[in-house]
């Protein structure tokens, strides 16, 4: 199965702190999101990358900003915390095609 | 109008009966379908794809697509409590289908009452 990784379940970081979430997918997926799930607004989509180096924005970049160095791995960074970066972030990485994401657990980071 | 569209609910249907979860999406060119399963502060879960119009079974879950309509639906037969979650619907548009972006709905949460 494939299996996508995300570094930590629960964080707490405090306003105007640099934050990196990371992901690892094992499958050798091409592309790869980062989401946040916010209660009432449903998924919202980050930034996505569909190649080694290669970065999109997606509908809220702004604040974020992500890194893919290497195919399997691809971070999200908060550059300055904000109360109201406090979310479930969740990683999916999917094979170029007509094909589904696979997510990871999610990362709930609280900022305070 | 939202790209893809989903009754928030809840859906409230007792145990044993019939759900059926609704989704229309509004690019006509639009071609992979797909649903989600996430439970309560977990991850969503693929459960179905669907490609083609018609109707795609697996188990208890029945995935029907009509793109004339522009709609998806999931049915869930025999429903369980454990089926109570919230449904995301999800759907490929033609021009991201290279970058594999999907769209989501809002999700609908289903209650399954013993």
């Known amino acids: 199965d494939v299996k996508v990784t995300q570094s930590s379940r629960y964080l707490v970081k405090r306003t105007g702190e640099k934050v990196f979430l990371e992901c690892v997918q094992d499958?050798?997926?091409?592309?790869m999101f980062w989401y946040r799930q916010d209660p009432g607004l449903g998924l919202r989509l980050i930034y996505f990358s569909y190649d080694v180096k290669m970065k999109e924005k997606g509908d809220i970049p702004e604040g974020y900003s992500v890194s893919r160095e290497k195919k399997e791995r691809f971070s999200l960074i908060l550059e300055s915390a904000s109360t109201n970066q406090t979310s479930m972030y969740l990683c999916a990485s999917s094979s170029t095609g007509a094909y589904g994401y696979t997510f990871g657990s999610g990362t709930r980071l609280t900022v305070v | 109008q939202k790209e893809v569209e989903q009754n928030s609910g809840p859906l409230s249907v007792p145990e044993g009966a019939i759900a059926s979860l609704n989704c229309t999406y509004s690019?006509?060119?639009?071609?992979?379908f797909f649903w989600y399963r996430q439970y309560s502060g977990k991850s969503p879960e693929l459960i179905m794809s669907?490609?083609?119009?018609g109707d795609k079974e697996d188990g208890r879950f029945t995935a029907q697509l009509n793109k004339a309509s522009q709609y998806v639906s999931l049915l869930i037969r025999d429903s369980q409590p454990s089926d109570s979650a919230t449904y995301l619907c999800a759907v490929r548009r033609s021009v991201s289908s290279n970058t594999g972006k999907l769209i989501f709905g809002q999700g609908t949460t289903l209650q399954v009452k013993p």
């Open positions: 669907i490609y083609s119009n």
């Open positions: 690019d006509r060119g639009s071609q992979s």
């Open positions: 499958m050798d997926h091409e592309n």
